[in-house]
């Protein structure tokens, strides 16, 4: 049994900052991928970063040179930096990880945290 969490999200003015955790917690032997996912209010959700087991990182080109992605795999957790925020980054943030646990080493399974609220303000 695996679970992420996800923190740090809250009310914050434009241009202002945030950053997220997500730890994931129980029978864990091995992460694999960590992402993070945002979705607005009546839309779609979306990738806004993920990084792999060794570091290697993506971004949506909305956030690019905004939002840093970045994991400490001691703690088996992945962070969020968020600046410079803009209203359009107003979304439900959530966790994604491939994780392996003791039970069934090397089967990757794919969760999902319940997600933190990030709201934006002008």
């Known amino acids: 049994q695996v679970q992420l969490v996800e923190s740090g999200g809250g009310l914050v003015q434009a241009g202002g900052s945030l950053r997220l955790s997500c730890a994931a917690s129980g029978s864990i032997f091995s992460i694999n991928s960590m992402a993070w996912y945002r979705q607005p209010a009546g839309k779609q959700r979306e990738l806004v970063a993920a990084?792999?087991?060794?570091?290697?990182?993506n971004y949506a080109d909305s956030v690019k040179g905004r939002f840093i992605i970045s994991r400490d795999n001691a703690k088996n957790t992945v962070y969020l930096q968020i600046n410079s925020l803009k209203p359009e980054d107003t979304a439900v943030y959530y966790c994604?990880?491939?994780?392996?646990?003791?039970?069934?080493?090397?089967?990757?399974?794919?969760?999902w945290g319940q997600g933190t609220q990030v709201t934006v303000s002008s």
């Open positions: 990084i792999t087991s060794g570091g290697i990182t």
């Open positions: 994604n990880a491939d994780v392996s646990s003791f039970q069934r080493k090397g089967w990757y399974v794919n969760y």
